[in-house]
């Protein structure tokens, strides 16, 4: 089981977050979608508000294949790498693939920021609470709890 973090700030982006999970269903079966979540941009402030959200996917690909997909769908719906975590149609990114550690050019898994973005850690708790970090042995809803205040995130009704 791998878990990916979606966000959009460009357009129609509860649309671009629909097309992006329809798409990376050729990956295998998505039994898990938060809710969207509306957020502060982080790193990089001055762009409009993300959707996010996280789905789980059970897939065969390797985390490298995964990746490959990613980038291609981002590519494909008309992501544009022009600054970098700058404004985006779409952005994927794998946060945890099972208890994998990866450390490679261009992939590092568990996303090494995870468990310092609330964006990320809220729908993550919401679909699964007691996966575990493999390199810091907490659960999401341990992580969650233990970030400081700030990084407004809103859950969207459904």
């Not at 973090?5 to 039994?31: F, Q, Y």
């Not at 099972?98 to 261009?106: A, I, K, L």
């Not at 390199?135 to 233990?146: D, F, N, P, S, Y």
Request: positive net charge; aromatic residues 6%; hydrophobic residues 45%.
């Amino acid at each position: 089981m791998a878990y990916l973090s979606l966000g959009s700030n460009l357009g129609d982006r509860a649309a671009n977050l629909h097309e992006a999970i329809v798409r990376l269903g050729v990956a295998g079966p998505v039994p898990a979608i938060s809710a969207f979540y509306e957020t502060q941009p982080v790193d990089v402030p001055d762009q409009p508000w993300f959707l996010n959200c996280v789905l789980a996917i059970e897939t065969g690909k390797s985390p490298r294949e995964l990746l490959n997909l990613a980038l291609s769908i981002e590519e494909t719906m008309g992501r544009l790498r022009t600054r970098a975590k700058g404004p985006r149609k779409i952005d994927i990114d794998i946060v945890l693939f099972g208890d994998r550690v990866v450390d490679e050019p261009g992939l590092r898994i568990p996303h090494p920021s995870m468990h310092r973005r609330r964006f990320v850690l809220e729908p993550l708790v919401e679909i699964a609470p007691e996966v575990r970090h493999p390199v810091l042995g907490k659960t999401a809803r341990e992580l969650l709890a233990a970030l400081p205040a700030g990084q407004w995130v809103r859950r969207l009704p459904t």
